[in-house]
């Protein structure tokens, strides 16, 4: 339980679009807490107008959901590099001075950063594709095989998603495909869709980005290769850029599915996947096991227990498709 004596050491919880990763860095003498336990949560969106309203609120929740009370447990210390991924080695390093208890960066494009102000991490490890989220890293040794916690759904339903896609856009041949160069998650999840795509014999064709401009010109570069619809690969670039994206899909009357509900809400057509919020939320459960001193490489990999299908039906009227009945009742969610 939050107050009551344990093995107090400094953890690395790594959220990796849609994963996360736990690092045990170091044990320290048991003591009696007298302080709030500290979160750092570093993450390359903006700061939301009210933490509590965005999907950021989920280890809130997850918290309070545990028996912690925020401000007398635990204390979350905040850093929003607003689309400023040079931000990320100075937050990580301030976040080590505050001495925080648990680093909780949501985005693997922080990983160098995290690495840099914490452990000389192996450079083989931070490349190398991510599919389950939590691994058991020690400060002088990173065992390969000993991932751990929660697990992304990300490229495993990319055949779902293109299936659900080719129920709203019927004879689909061709598929735009965006790609955010910078995560270290698009690989697999690009090469799941691409199979899945060849499969169903419908043409993929891929546009890698790293900036709004270039997701701008992607657009354009698809509707000149005239695709029937548009996969968006989530990343820091592209989910940060969420609204521009769906904006510009409208403009190119381009069918658009997403891994998360986030872009359908900021105007995109479909999403499939897992709550962003019920990811942060359930990523609390691994901090309490932390914070009472449990070892990190007995924790166990938990995927989803739920994905979600969203559905934009004023988008869908907004470029002319339709909707079938089947499709919308098997909808979670329908923004109208």
């Not at 339980?1 to 849609?18: E, K, S």
């Not at 044990?27 to 950021?56: F, N, W």
């Not at 028996?67 to 100075?90: N, P, S, T």
């Amino acid at each position: 339980m939050p107050g009551v004596g344990c093995m107090r050491r400094r953890d690395v919880i790594i959220h990796l679009g849609g994963a996360a990763a736990s690092w045990s860095l170091a044990a320290r003498a048991q003591q009696q807490l007298s302080k709030p336990r500290r979160i750092g949560l570093l993450t390359s969106s903006s700061r939301p107008v009210s933490i509590e309203s965005s999907y950021h609120a989920g280890i809130l929740l997850g918290m309070r959901e545990l028996g912690y009370v925020e401000g007398k447990d635990f204390i979350i210390e905040w850093r929003f590099a607003e689309g400023k991924l040079e931000r990320f080695a100075d937050f990580a390093a301030e976040l080590v001075q505050l001495n925080v208890d648990v680093l909780v960066p949501a985005t693997p494009t922080a990983i160098p950063a995290v690495r840099q102000a914490n452990a000389p991490f192996p450079s083989s490890w931070a490349s190398r594709p991510i599919r389950s989220a939590m691994a058991s890293l020690r400060a002088s040794h990173i065992p390969a095989a000993t991932s751990r916690g929660l697990a992304s759904s990300q490229d495993d339903a990319a055949p779902k998603q293109l299936e659900l896609l080719g129920m709203a856009v019927p004879n689909l041949s061709r598929l735009g495909l965006l790609v955010d160069r910078g995560s270290p998650n698009s690989p697999p999840i690009v090469k799941n869709i691409q199979n899945a795509a060849r499969t169903a014999g419908v043409a993929p064709v891929p546009m890698e980005v790293g900036n709004l401009h270039q997701i701008e010109s992607a657009f354009a570069a698809l509707a000149n290769e005239r695709v029937g619809a548009v996969f968006v690969a989530i990343g820091s670039v592209t989910f940060l850029h969420r609204e521009r994206i769906a904006q510009l899909a409208l403009e190119h009357r381009l069918p658009s599915m997403f891994p998360l509900r986030e872009f359908v809400a900021a105007g995109g057509l479909m999403s499939y996947g897992e709550s962003l919020f019920d990811f942060y939320r359930r990523a609390a459960s691994y901090v309490d096991k932390i914070f009472k001193g449990a070892k990190s490489a007995d924790l166990p990999v938990e995927q989803p227990t739920r994905l979600l299908l969203v559905i934009n039906r004023r988008t869908a009227e907004t470029i002319g498709i339709t909707i079938p009945v089947p499709l919308l009742v098997r909808a979670d969610e329908v923004i109208e």
